[in-house]
C-alpha cells in the first residue's frame, strides 16, 4: 500500500501547499516521523542530510499550532527550530513559509554575521516560529529580546554538526529556558556518545525513527578517488573540472583561505566559480549561492560550513579538493549530491599525508573508494616534480578529541566552542 501525504492526517491547507511544490509520496522519515508528531511524541530522528527531514518536522509542528491558534505575543515564539549554520537556518525557514502558506502563521530565522535589527524587530512583532543559530539566539536572550516561556514545541537539527561546531554547551543553556512541558525532536546523522547523552538530557519517552544506518554513503553517488602530489592540487582540479559531464560541481576545502585561493586558481585557469565560507558577509554568501543554484557559476568552493546548508538541486559532482579529517564529513559532503532521486559523484583528491583520512573514511562506510585513472595529466607537464611531503598521521579534527583530558582541556574546548559559534 502506497502511503500518501493525506494519508497522514495532514490538513487540507498543508495538503495543498504540498501539491503545489509537487510533493506527491511521502520520504521514509515522513511517512515514519509525522504521525509520531502528529500524536504528541518527542523523536529521535536518524537520518542523513537529503532525506525530506525539514519536512518531516515542519508539516506537524504547522499542523499543531494553526490547530491552537493564538495571537503573536512581542518577543515569546511558540516554536523553535535550532540549527547549526545560517544557510540551513534560510533553507528551514524558506520551507516553513512555503508548507504553511495557507496557514497565516508568522516565522523568522535568526543568525549571526548580520546586524541584529531586523531580527529584533520582527520578534517585538509576534512569531508562531523561529528558526535559529544558537550564537545570535543566545545573544538576543542575554538581552531579553526573546523568551521562550511559550516554546510548546522544540526542534535540534544536525545534531552531530553542532557537536563538530561547539555547540552543545549552549544548546543545554537554551534548553535550560524552555518550558519542561514541551515537544522535543532531534535529528542527527550520527550518534557519537555525546549525542546519545544530549538526546537524554531533552527528551522524553521518545519514539525513534531510523531511515538508514549510520553514517552510510548515498547508494546512487559514484566514488572515485585520485591520488595526487599536493603541489599539484590546483592544476588537477582545475583540469578535472574541464570535463563538461560536470555540470555543477561543489568543492570542498578544509580552510576559509584555502577556498579562497583554490577559487581564484580555478578563475585564472577559465573555469567560473565563486567561495563560500564563514569569513564572507552574509549577503555575499548568498549571492554566491544564488549565482550557483541559477547557473551563472557552475563550480561553488566551500568549506564544511556548507556540507549541510546547501540543498540546490542538479550537483553532479561533490569534489573533495582536500579529505576532511573527520570520516563523518565525507558522508554529509558527498550528500550535496544525487538529491532527489538522481545520480551523482564524488571525487576526493589525495595527497601521501592524506591516506590515513582515506582509511577512516572506507572504514566508517564500509567501501573502498575506486582508483581514478581518467583525470588528464597536471599541466603545464614541464613543471619540476615538487617534492613529496613527509608521510605523518595529521592533526585530528578537535572533535575527535572532544571532552578528554582533564577539566582544564574541556574548559578550553568550551571557550574555542564559543569562539566558533559567534562565527556561525
Partial sequence: MTVSF????????????????????PTPIQAEAIPYLLAGRDLLGIAQTGTGKTAAFALPILQQLAANPQ?????????????PTR??????????????????????????????????????????????????????????HIRLDRASVLVLD?????????FIHPIRKIVARLPKDRQSLLFSATMPREIEQLAQFILRDPARVEVTPQATTVERIEQRVLFVATADKRDALANLLKDPAIVRALVFTRTKHG????????????????AIHGNKSQNARQRALADFRDGHIRVLVATDIAARGIDIDGITHVVNFELPNVPESYVHRIGRTARAGAEGVAIS?????????????????????????????????????????????????KANRRFQGGPQKQHRHAHNGQDRQRAV
Fill in 87 to 144: 544557510e540551513l537556518a534560510i533553507q528551514i525557514d524558506d520551507s516553513v513559509r512555503a508548507y504553511g502558506r495557507h496557514l497565516g502563521l508568522r516565522s523568522a530565522v535568526i543568525f549571526g554575521g548580520v546586524n541584529q535589527h531586523r531580527q529584533v524587530e520582527a520578534l517585538r512583532r509576534g512569531l508562531d516560529i523561529v528558526v535559529a543559530t544558537p550564537g545570535r539566539l543566545l545573544d538576543l536572550m542575554e538581552q531579553n
Fill in 259 to 274: 577556498a579562497d585561493r583554490v577559487a581564484h586558481h580555478l578563475d585564472r585557469a577559465g573555469v567560473r566559480s565563486g
Fill in 6 to 25: 493525506s494519508s497522514l492526517g495532514l490538513a487540507e491547507p498543508i495538503l495543498r501547499a504540498l501539491a503545489a511544490e509537487n510533493y506527491v509520496v
Fill in 71 to 83: 495571537p503573536p505575543r512581542r518577543n515569546e515564539p511558540r516554536a523553535l527550530i535550532l540549527t
Fill in 349 to 397: 583528491l589525495c595527497d601521501p599525508s592524506e591516506r590515513v583520512f582515506l582509511r577512516d573514511i572506507e572504514k566508517l562506510t564500509r567501501q573502498r573508494l575506486t582508483p581514478d585513472g581518467t583525470v588528464p595529466a597536471v599541466e603545464p607537464a614541464d613543471r619540476p616534480a615538487s617534492p613529496q611531503p613527509h608521510h605523518h598521521r595529521p592533526t585530528r579534527h
Fill in 158 to 166: 544536525e545534531a552531530d554538526r553542532m557537536l563538530d561546531l561547539g
